[in-house]
């Protein structure tokens, strides 16, 4: 059986050329685009709202494509940063060959790359999120000799009509099939073409939140990722609420990624699962069981957790997300297997049976190296998270956590057997830390905190500053207090973040 990993490439151009899109080079684009008769050329890059941005470009010969691949073109900086000032904020942005793929939307054919910023004297710009991560994992890599990994559980909800044939079960959604799942061939669609622009996607499959509201059907759908670089991580999750985005718009559909919807029903999470990788190996265990490196690395989240929400939760409806008594985080805490804590051990193929040959006699007994597959989850953020700070926040606090002496200690304290929520925990509750409430809450932690960012030069203080002032601006200290039982005032709340 073939193992090559481009044999089943969802990749146009990787499928062309024959190798892997991190091997492409600026010779490889320009030979995909005169070989295919290209004429269009897009340069995407995420900016401070966090939605990708878009540049155009249309070959008129060979030297201008070799010129804008080389040298990238000037872009206002002013207009997609809140903290770059108009009178110095010409950037260049310059493209990044690996992340090529074809625009699956484009009525003609076009070649998409994302870009990096540079700054006026040609460095890669301090305050960019993109740039922000890869100091983060350089530094998490040369303080530890690791690699740090991620991927994430894109939640969203699908709105539609509601025609009242086969009704879903209100909030038991969770794997349905058709016809009580509405969406489940648009969310495969999704899958596909997510796969098409460099998504590694892991499965999907329908969530728990349904619900009818105003006569629309509110389905909620999960697309969940395969572990990698952080930044690769972060640039597909980018990606995929851009292709999710288009094809709902292209189908007739809405669909968002809000935080909250109503009272009562589920909100939609961004989890973020995390790993250290050395020489291609999972250091999460040891013996088959969880290591001294992941309880070190979650001891470095539980003690930045209060400010990581700067990062993970972003506007106000995020906190009426994080509430108590829901599959939501309040309590800073881990446990295993335990969806009621901030930190969650995700079950692991740990038993060393054969399954497979159990579940199939015809087959033959194999040994596999699950080991592999053991992740730690971070399960405050949600779809307002800027991925590219929420990951880099995420690669501090392990290093933190490595580097910390009491680290251990800090992981046994905080550890929790069972629901966070039942009796016998009562008295360990009261000792734990507690997620903030509210944006300006959040802000407060990460102005408390901001020097382990800062760190190393990994967050430039101007974005330190720049998120907390967004932060601040919502006033939001007792707002979740104040219309938590007005289903009404929360509708409103939430049609002015719904596209987050």
């Given at each position: 059986?073939?193992?090559?990993?481009?044999?089943?490439?969802?990749?146009?151009?990787?499928?062309?050329?024959?190798?892997?899109?991190?091997?492409?080079?600026?010779?490889?684009?320009?030979?995909?685009?005169?070989?295919?008769?290209?004429?269009?050329?897009?340069?995407?890059?995420?900016?401070?709202?966090?939605?990708?941005?878009?540049?155009?470009?249309?070959?008129?010969?060979?030297?201008?494509?070799?010129?804008?691949?080389?040298?990238?073109?000037?872009?206002?900086?002013?207009?997609?940063?809140?903290?770059?000032?108009?009178?110095?904020?010409?950037?260049?942005?310059?493209?990044?060959?690996?992340?090529?793929?074809?625009?699956?939307?484009?009525?003609?054919?076009?070649?998409?790359?994302?870009?990096?910023?540079?700054?006026?004297?040609?460095?890669?710009?301090?305050?960019?999120?993109?740039?922000?991560?890869?100091?983060?994992?350089?530094?998490?890599?040369?303080?530890?000799?690791?690699?740090?990994?991620?991927?994430?559980?894109?939640?969203?909800?699908?709105?539609?009509?509601?025609?009242?044939?086969?009704?879903?079960?209100?909030?038991?959604g969770y794997h349905e099939s058709a016809p009580y799942a509405k969406f489940n061939d648009f969310?495969?669609?999704?899958?596909?073409?997510?796969?098409?622009?460099?998504?590694?996607?892991?499965?999907?499959?329908?969530?728990?939140?349904?619900?009818?509201?105003?006569?629309?059907?509110?389905?909620?759908?999960?697309?969940?990722?395969?572990?990698?670089?952080?930044?690769?991580a972060a640039e597909q999750l980018l990606l995929a609420k851009w292709v999710i985005r288009n094809?709902?718009?292209?189908?007739?559909?809405?669909?968002?990624?809000?935080?909250?919807?109503?009272?009562?029903?589920?909100?939609?999470?961004?989890?973020?699962?995390?790993?250290?990788?050395?020489?291609?190996?999972?250091?999460?265990?040891?013996?088959?069981?969880?290591?001294?490196?992941?309880?070190?690395?979650?001891?470095?989240?539980?003690?930045?957790?209060?400010?990581?929400?700067?990062?993970?939760?972003?506007?106000?409806?995020?906190?009426?997300?994080?509430?108590?008594?829901?599959?939501?985080?309040?309590?800073?805490?881990?446990?295993?297997?335990?969806?009621?804590?901030?930190?969650?051990?995700?079950?692991?193929?740990?038993?060393?049976?054969?399954?497979?040959?159990?579940?199939?006699?015809?087959?033959?007994?194999?040994?596999?190296?699950?080991?592999?597959?053991?992740?730690?989850?971070?399960?405050?953020?949600?779809?307002?998270?800027?991925?590219?700070?929420?990951?880099?926040?995420?690669?501090?606090?392990?290093?933190?956590?490595?580097?910390?002496?009491?680290?251990?200690?800090?992981?046994?304290?905080?550890?929790?057997?069972?629901?966070?929520?039942?009796?016998?925990?009562?008295?360990?509750?009261?000792?734990?830390?507690?997620?903030?409430?509210?944006?300006?809450?959040?802000?407060?932690?990460?102005?408390a905190q901001r020097g382990i960012y800062e760190e190393k030069g990994i967050f430039a203080p101007?974005?330190?500053?720049?998120?907390?002032?967004?932060?601040?601006?919502?006033?939001?200290?007792?707002?979740?207090?104040?219309?938590?039982?007005?289903?009404?005032?929360?509708?409103?709340?939430?049609?002015?973040?719904?596209?987050?």
């Amino acid at each position: 059986m073939s193992t090559n990993t481009l044999d089943y490439t969802s990749n146009l151009i990787a499928e062309k050329l024959g190798k892997a899109p991190a091997e492409f080079t600026k010779a490889d684009i320009i030979g995909y685009i005169k070989s295919e008769n290209i004429r269009h050329v897009n340069f995407m890059y995420p900016a401070g709202d966090g939605r990708l941005k878009t540049l155009n470009f249309v070959i008129n010969d060979g030297a201008y494509l070799e010129e804008i691949l080389t040298c990238g073109e000037r872009v206002d900086g002013s207009s997609l940063f809140t903290f770059i000032q108009a009178g110095a904020s010409d950037l260049y942005v310059i493209p990044r060959f690996r992340t090529a793929f074809m625009d699956p939307f484009a009525e003609l054919p076009t070649l998409v790359l994302l870009c990096d910023f540079f700054d006026k004297d040609g460095n890669p710009l301090a305050s960019s999120p993109a740039y922000t991560l890869h100091r983060a994992c350089k530094a998490f890599t040369e303080s530890t000799g690791f690699v740090f990994e991620a991927m994430g559980e894109l939640e969203y909800y699908v709105i539609a009509d509601d025609d009242g044939c086969f009704p879903a079960t209100d909030q038991r959604g969770y794997h349905e099939s058709a016809p009580y799942a509405k969406f489940n061939d648009f969310r495969q669609l999704c899958m596909q073409y997510i796969a098409q622009v460099g998504g590694r996607i892991k499965y999907g499959h329908s969530e728990v939140g349904n619900f009818t509201l105003d006569g629309k059907i509110y389905e909620q759908n999960e697309i969940e990722f395969l572990p990698c670089p952080a930044e690769s991580a972060a640039e597909q999750l980018l990606l995929a609420k851009w292709v999710i985005r288009n094809l709902a718009y292209s189908n007739g559909l809405d669909v968002t990624f809000a935080p909250k919807i109503t009272v009562g029903k589920a909100g939609s999470g961004l989890h973020i699962h995390t790993r250290i990788m050395k020489d291609g190996q999972n250091l999460m265990l040891k013996d088959g069981v969880l290591s001294d490196i992941a309880r070190k690395a979650i001891a470095g989240m539980m003690c930045l957790a209060p400010s990581i929400t700067a990062f993970g939760n972003t506007n106000p409806t995020s906190y009426f997300r994080l509430v108590p008594h829901q599959e939501a985080p309040t309590n800073v805490c881990w446990g295993d297997r335990n969806r009621s804590v901030l930190v969650r051990v995700p079950l692991g193929w740990t038993a060393d049976k054969d399954m497979c040959s159990q579940a199939n006699p015809l087959e033959k007994p194999v040994s596999f190296k699950n080991s592999q597959k053991q992740t730690v989850e971070m399960r405050s953020p949600d779809g307002s998270a800027d991925l590219f700070m929420l990951l880099a926040a995420l690669a501090v606090a392990f290093r933190y956590g490595l580097e910390k002496p009491d680290a251990l200690d800090i992981a046994k304290n905080t550890y929790v057997s069972v629901n966070i929520h039942q009796e016998e925990n009562k008295e360990l509750v009261k000792k734990l830390a507690q997620l903030p409430d509210s944006c300006v809450a959040s802000a407060k932690c990460l102005a408390a905190q901001r020097g382990i960012y800062e760190e190393k030069g990994i967050f430039a203080p101007a974005m330190i500053d720049a998120v907390i002032a967004k932060l601040e601006a919502y006033r939001d200290e007792t707002l979740r207090a104040s219309i938590a039982d007005d289903p009404a005032a929360i509708l409103e709340l939430v049609k002015k973040f719904f596209h987050c």
